[in-house]
């Protein structure tokens, strides 16, 4: 399974307490631990400032499945790699956003919301239980994950109602969320885990590296990416299985086309 880690890859660069903790960045520390546990991922990363993001065709072409963190350059992201992941998702490849990739564009168009949320910076305890114990992204995982310090998010987490949830996040302020979310989106599969914010080494963690390496297996496509079929196809009557006569009017031209006078 061909995995690729995306990260903004500044917060490591600029700020000296998120790179004590990650030195070689978040990408890096993700990708390091998927290959530990899991060598059936070829894990490959990109980032914000490669050519294109790290995610030309070819890339995005070749994954599996993408993993997406970001936090504070969402907008940076060009208009023509949110396109092609999006449809490279309706097309059959898996997408896991994690913790404030809750506000990337390809997540927000993918949900078609708002995806805000409440937020605290403020190193509390978190919980994250397991609601959904028989479902494959809580294989190994038990009833808990318990985290010493991270940043809360609370509900209402504003996205379309999730078709599946795993997990569910206690903090210790009192807020409950949403944290392990599932949606199908065309022939793609997307899964929204909340765990990860910079300044705590969330994914230096067993467990929540061990969800990761879960999602990836769930979120893969189980048989061929269909291209394209985020495209209206037109089938013109001389294309149908079975011989067929044009009946009434139409607004469109024999190519498909709109415009031109009514048929």
Same mark, same amino acid.
């Given at each position: 399974?061909?995995?690729?880690?995306?990260?903004?890859?500044?917060?490591?660069?600029?700020?000296?307490?998120?790179?004590?903790?990650?030195?070689?960045?978040?990408?890096?520390?993700?990708?390091?631990?998927?290959?530990?546990?899991?060598? @059936?991922?070829?894990? %490959?990363?990109?980032?914000?400032?490669?050519? $294109?993001?790290?995610?030309?065709?070819?890339?995005?072409?070749?994954?599996?499945?993408?993993?997406?963190? @970001?936090?504070?350059?969402?907008?940076?992201?060009?208009?023509?790699?949110? $396109?092609?992941?999006?449809?490279?998702?309706?097309?059959?490849?898996?997408?896991?956003?994690?913790?404030?990739?809750?506000?990337?564009?390809?997540?927000? =168009?993918?949900?078609?919301?708002?995806?805000?949320? =409440?937020?605290?910076?403020?190193?509390?305890? $978190? %919980?994250?239980?397991?609601?959904? #114990?028989?479902?494959?992204?809580?294989? @190994?995982?038990?009833?808990?994950?318990?985290?010493?310090?991270?940043?809360?998010?609370?509900?209402?987490?504003?996205?379309?109602?999730?078709?599946?949830?795993?997990?569910?996040?206690?903090?210790?302020?009192? $807020?409950?969320?949403?944290?392990?979310?599932?949606?199908?989106?065309?022939? /793609?599969?997307?899964?929204?885990?909340?765990?990860?914010?910079?300044?705590? #080494?969330?994914?230096?963690?067993?467990?929540?590296?061990?969800?990761?390496?879960?999602?990836?297996?769930?979120?893969?496509?189980?048989?061929?990416?269909?291209?394209?079929?985020?495209?209206?196809?037109?089938?013109?009557?001389?294309?149908? %299985?079975?011989?067929?006569?044009?009946?009434?009017?139409?607004?469109?031209?024999?190519? /498909?086309?709109?415009?031109?006078?009514?048929?």
């Amino acid at each position: 399974m061909n995995v690729t880690i995306w990260n903004e890859f500044r917060h490591e660069k600029q700020n000296e307490l998120v790179r004590s903790i990650y030195p070689d960045g978040i990408h890096s520390a993700i990708a390091q631990g998927l290959r530990d546990l899991d060598s @059936g991922l070829d894990v %490959r990363t990109a980032t914000l400032d490669e050519a $294109e993001h790290g995610l030309s065709e070819a890339v995005v072409e070749s994954t599996d499945v993408l993993f997406w963190w @970001g936090h504070a350059h969402h907008e940076a992201v060009s208009e023509p790699v949110v $396109e092609r992941v999006h449809n490279a998702v309706l097309a059959g490849m898996g997408l896991v956003v994690l913790h404030s990739g809750h506000f990337s564009r390809i997540f927000r =168009r993918l949900m078609g919301t708002a995806c805000s949320l =409440r937020w605290r910076e403020a190193g509390e305890r $978190e %919980r994250l239980w397991v609601v959904n #114990p028989g479902h494959p992204i809580a294989r @190994g995982i038990g009833p808990f994950i318990e985290l010493p310090n991270t940043e809360m998010y609370g509900e209402p987490f504003i996205v379309p109602t999730p078709e599946e949830e795993v997990f569910i996040s206690w903090f210790e302020g009192g $807020e409950v969320f949403r944290s392990g979310c599932c949606w199908r989106r065309g022939n /793609g599969k997307v899964f929204y885990f909340r765990p990860g914010h910079e300044t705590y #080494p969330i994914y230096h963690n067993r467990q929540v590296l061990q969800v990761l390496a879960n999602a990836a297996h769930w979120a893969a496509p189980h048989g061929e990416r269909v291209s394209g079929i985020h495209k209206a196809q037109n089938v013109p009557a001389e294309q149908a %299985r079975e011989k067929i006569v044009r009946k009434g009017g139409s607004v469109h031209q024999p190519d /498909g086309s709109l415009g031109g006078a009514m048929q």
